[in-house]
Every structure is written in C-alpha cells, then in structure tokens.
C-alpha cells in the first residue's frame, strides 16, 4: 500500500520442479529468498490452513506454507495468517466469492490491464487483505489516540 492506495510492484507464482516432494520444497524456498532478497519486504501475509477434501493434498499444501513460512522466518520477518474467507470479503465483499470474482476485483482494485493467473491473483488478494487490515488497524489506533487525547 502506497499510502491508501494499493499498488502492484510484481506478482508471479514460483514454479516448482516434477519429480520428489523434497526438491519441489527446496525450490519453494530457494524462490522466496531471492524474493526476499530482491524486494526487502518488512512483513509475509499468507493463507491459513483450509480443510481440503483431498487427505494427500492437504499435507502437501501444509508442506508448501511450513516451507514458505519458514523461508521467511529465517529472515526474521514477521508473518500474517488470513483465512480464505477473510480474504475473499475484504477483496470482493463476500467470503464465499468465487476465484473468477477474485481475480476480477484484484484487477480492478490494482488497476492492472488483465487479470493475473489464477494463483498470483490469489496472492495478490492475501497482500490486498493484509494492506486493508493494517490500514484498519492504523486508523482505530488513531482514533483511540484522538479519544484518549479528547478525555484528558
């Protein structure tokens, strides 16, 4: 966020790599330090855990954010966890949006002239409800300060 506007710097997604689940981790990992390193980021947001009907796809997604968790944690960056519908309501207005509505609304919302692949949209909507969040939570630190200073 620039202020009160949201801006696009870069998005993409990290491409990972057939073959073993170690190697694929590595490259997760090996991917966001030269993120890390490129664009010096003060803070990661992420998605939650969400309950998946696929067993063997759930522990491979929780696999992929340990490790991405933990590549930015050995940066000593803190890190941000919003659920999908958390994130969905803060970039559509409804938590059970569809992804097309998401991708839609980060276009929009970033003025970009199309709409990112599907899961860089995902990411970008996580870095949207972290910017919507921390810009919330600045503006009720101020009025508490404004109401603390008003009583005095």
Avoid at 30 to 48: K, T, V, W, Y
Avoid at 105 to 134: E, F, N, W, Y
Wanted: a positive charge; aromatic letters at 4%; one cysteine or more.
């Amino acid at each position: 966020m620039s202020g009160d506007r949201s801006l696009c710097i870069c998005s993409g997604c990290i491409k990972t790599p057939d073959g073993e689940l170690a190697i694929r981790l590595k490259s997760i990992h090996d991917g966001l330090q030269r993120i890390i390193q490129d664009f010096e980021p003060l803070e990661m947001a992420i998605e939650s855990v969400f309950v998946h009907r696929n067993v063997d796809s759930a522990l491979k997604l929780g696999q992929a954010r340990g490790t991405a968790i933990a590549a930015v944690a050995i940066n000593n960056l803190p890190v941000y966890e919003y659920t999908p519908a958390a994130i969905k309501k803060s970039v559509v207005g409804r938590g059970n949006a569809a992804k097309m509505q998401v991708q839609h609304m980060v276009k929009t919302i970033l003025g970009l002239s199309k709409s990112p692949q599907s899961d860089a949209a995902d990411a970008l909507a996580v870095a949207l409800c972290h910017g919507h969040t921390r810009q919330t939570l600045k503006q009720t630190e101020l009025l508490r300060g404004m109401r603390r200073r008003r009583w005095r």
